[in-house]
């Protein structure tokens, strides 16, 4: 019988409860977390998340000189004395499947835990999730960083800190303030690219292509919409779910949603058009420019109804102090990898940053 669903963060605190009795016994200065991959982390778990990668998990981080002389003996410890299970939910954990996924593990009473405790040192786990990357960050690394490897270590959970994990965390919860503007700006550039090209294609018959259009600047102004609340966007599988946490949304959704159903291009440009609107408005609310208007304006000489994306993106680079983001402004300005490419590769492999950083020099 399948037990009582329990969020992932829960049963990590859960778990930690027994994990913390054997470090107390071995007077280990530690931090315990659940950060990193997974649904869990984000709070977006539920039912279908618990068939792999799921369960009472954390991860266990020690010095170097501590991880080197307990780490083996510790895991084995946590073998012999975690319980089966925590929370209705199985401690166990089966062995890696070809992908390298994990189910949850079966084991008879009084046999060894095939745990999920992880057992790591705080820049084995920084080297996991942000590859060579390391805190102060330049403003290269702030733009080859994905999103979503950002927001999977300062989401979660720190159950217990003595190595500076939350420390970590603080210095890599936003973006420094011109690196913000920037991406924001490259966002807006972004827009005035694409946005009058959805109705062009329109009027040329070629309603698909004015669909993908409208998709890729709906994406694009939902990521402008994460940076002006200052919080990380996550990859798309969590991109929808995530934005319908932030308080712009409630004014977006509508619109969004009319822009994606739309069966012909200009019932789709209006609905854009209040998007972008939108955004303007949230624009104006940070007070990062001068105001600008909240309205559309016409395309030149053509029947297209858009935004002055491009002046907003320009007042926002003119408030940029810093000279080495200032630089990335002498172009158009790409923005982040986020807006560079949506590759599923990219955002999974934190080895590529070195090459990456070539896009910003």
Not at 62 to 79: C, G, I, Q
Not at 155 to 170: P, Q
Not at 172 to 189: E, F, G, N
Not at 302 to 307: A, C, G, I, L, T
């Amino acid at each position: 019988m399948t037990p009582a669903f329990v969020p992932g963060r829960e049963l990590a605190r859960l778990l930690y409860a027994h994990v913390a009795l054997v470090l107390a016994g071995r007077g280990l200065a530690h931090t315990a977390a659940l950060v990193g991959p997974g649904s869990d982390v984000l709070g977006f778990d539920d039912v279908t998340s618990t068939d792999h990668d799921w369960g009472p998990r954390l991860q266990v981080l020690l010095s170097p000189d501590d991880h080197a002389a307990h780490a083996a003996a510790l895991h084995e410890e946590l073998r012999l004395r975690l319980p089966a299970e925590v929370g209705g939910w199985t401690t166990r954990a089966a062995p890696p499947a070809d992908d390298g996924t994990r189910g949850p593990g079966v084991g008879g009473p009084g046999s060894p835990v095939e745990h999920r405790v992880e057992v790591l040192t705080l820049d084995a786990l920084l080297e996991r999730v942000l590859g060579d990357v390391r805190p102060p960050l330049t403003v290269a690394d702030w733009l080859v960083v994905p999103q979503q490897r950002l927001l999977s270590l300062t989401a979660g959970v720190v159950l217990h800190d003595d190595l500076g994990l939350e420390r970590v965390r603080l210095d890599l919860a936003s973006y420094p303030h011109d690196v913000w503007l920037y991406q924001q700006a490259s966002a807006w550039w972004a827009i005035a690219e694409d946005s009058h090209l959805a109705p062009r294609a329109g009027t040329a018959g070629d309603d698909l292509g004015s669909r993908l259009v409208t998709a890729r600047v709906c994406r694009t102004a939902m990521l402008l919409a994460f940076l002006q609340a200052r919080t990380y966007a996550p990859y798309d599988k969590w991109l929808g779910t995530a934005f319908r946490r932030l308080p712009s949304s409630r004014d977006l959704l509508g619109p969004l949603d009319a822009a994606l159903a739309a069966a012909d291009w200009e019932p789709r440009q209006r609905a854009l058009g209040q998007v972008l609107v939108g955004l303007l408005r949230e624009h104006n609310a940070l007070a990062l420019t001068a105001p600008v208007p909240e309205e559309t304006v016409p395309f030149h000489a053509r029947p297209f109804e858009v935004v002055d994306a491009e002046g907003v993106a320009d007042a926002l680079l003119a408030a940029v102090v810093d000279p080495a983001v200032r630089s990335l402004g002498r172009r158009r300005p790409v923005g982040g990898i986020d807006l560079v490419t949506q590759s599923t590769a990219l955002a999974t492999d934190s080895t590529r940053s070195a090459v990456l950083r070539g896009l910003y020099t």
